[in-house]
């Protein structure tokens, strides 16, 4: 049981990006899965976060330019990031719980992607 982050890259400020977090033998749909994101000299921080039944939560800093979504067919979620800021670069990684909350704790998650790494030149 695995996940895999991928989509990340070198993109100006302003650009968009999406990341994708796809599973190996594990359903998301039946899942709460969320993106953090660490910042180097950083601590983790929330992202944004779906849960099974489609109700999403995002930290305020990303409210109106980031969306999580998810596609079940492809059991992947995906996190569509716009207008992003140069405080946008990070390494992000998913993380999925079998829970039915969109919590916003990484404590509350046990299973994690590797991460993949954004940035964003100014």
């Known amino acids: 049981v695995q996940l895999q982050a991928s989509g990340g890259g070198l993109v100006q400020a302003g650009g968009s990006l999406r990341l994708s977090c796809a599973a190996s033998?594990?359903?998301?749909?039946?899942?709460?899965v969320a993106w953090f994101r660490q910042a180097p000299g950083k601590e983790r921080e929330f992202v944004a976060s779906?849960?099974?039944?489609?109700?999403?939560y995002y930290v305020e800093s990303v409210k109106d330019r980031f969306t999580i979504s998810g596609d079940n067919a492809k059991n992947t979620v995906y996190l569509q990031m716009s207008s992003l800021k140069p405080e946008d670069t990070a390494v992000y990684y998913c993380?999925?719980?079998?829970?039915?909350?969109?919590?916003?704790?990484?404590?509350?998650?046990?299973?994690w992607g590797q991460g993949t790494l954004v940035t964003v030149s100014s």
């Open positions: 993380a999925a719980e079998r829970v039915s909350f969109p919590f916003d704790e990484a404590r509350m998650y046990h299973l």
């Open positions: 033998g594990r359903t998301l749909s039946s899942d709460t």
């Open positions: 779906i849960a099974f039944y489609g109700g999403t």
